[in-house]
């Protein structure tokens, strides 16, 4: 299956900055995904990211706050905008692999914003 | 959206117990996940089901689709201390997209030896 490889791995920033999330496949895969998980909760959908079209936001998500990049099937940002205390979460890369459906996740990225 | 109800939240049991927890759904599912998180890390899959009544082992780890296609529930026999860590389970209405796919809150499984 899949590996998936994500970066940095964790990070702690300044309120109202920048970070870019880097998500890196060994494999092309059509759809890829970015979940956020907020401390002691589950996993929630950010977007998906298609190559050569823009992402698609779930509800909740704008791209002004969490632009992403889709340059090729086997890679992808995340970018948290003017971050704030509340962005603190682990943000996770995801795709889904082979006919039958598995989504495989990377290691994700713990963020601290102070 | 749909709602999955993961239980239980947490478990203390002893290294060597066997551990059992579910989800249930208002909703039918095409497809249950069931993944474990250790700290730092991202989910991990431990076993995928595609059919109403599927029993699917992978190792001590046994997860069943229920017959009402509604629930599922996961199973650990003689639980060692690597077992500790978030279990999920995510459900999936139709095919394709993780648009489609819905996790529970997770249960903490906490074994002591």
């Known amino acids: 299956s899949a590996v998936i490889s994500q970066k940095p791995s964790r990070d702690i920033c300044q309120r109202g900055t920048s970070l870019t999330i880097q998500c890196q496949v060994d494999?092309?895969?059509?759809?890829m995904f970015w979940y956020r998980q907020q401390p002691g909760q589950s996993l929630t959908l950010i977007a998906t990211?298609?190559?050569?079209?823009?992402?698609?936001?779930e509800s909740g998500f704008v791209i002004d706050k969490f632009p992403i990049s889709r340059p090729n099937l086997t890679f992808s940002t995340l970018t948290v905008s003017n971050m704030s205390p509340e962005d603190s979460s682990i943000y996770l890369c995801s795709v889904e692999t082979g006919f039958y459906e598995k989504l495989l996740f990377g290691s994700g990225t713990q963020l601290s914003v102070l | 959206g749909q709602q999955l109800n993961q239980s239980p939240q947490s478990m203390f049991i002893q290294e060597g117990e066997d551990v059992s927890m579910n989800c249930t759904s208002s909703s039918i599912f095409n497809t249950w996940l069931w993944y474990k998180q250790d700290p730092g890390e991202g989910p991990v899959l431990l076993i995928a089901?595609?059919?109403?009544?599927e029993l699917t082992s992978n190792g001590r780890l046994t997860a069943q689709f229920g017959i009402t296609r509604k629930d599922s529930f996961l199973n650990i026999s003689a639980s060692i201390p690597s077992d500790v860590g978030i279990y999920f389970c995510a459900g999936r209405i139709s095919g394709g997209g993780a648009d489609g796919l819905t996790f529970g809150k997770g249960t903490h499984l906490i074994i002591q030896p």
């Open positions: 089901l595609y059919k109403a009544g």
């Open positions: 990211a298609n190559q050569g079209s823009e992402a698609t936001y």
């Open positions: 494999s092309q895969v059509t759809m």
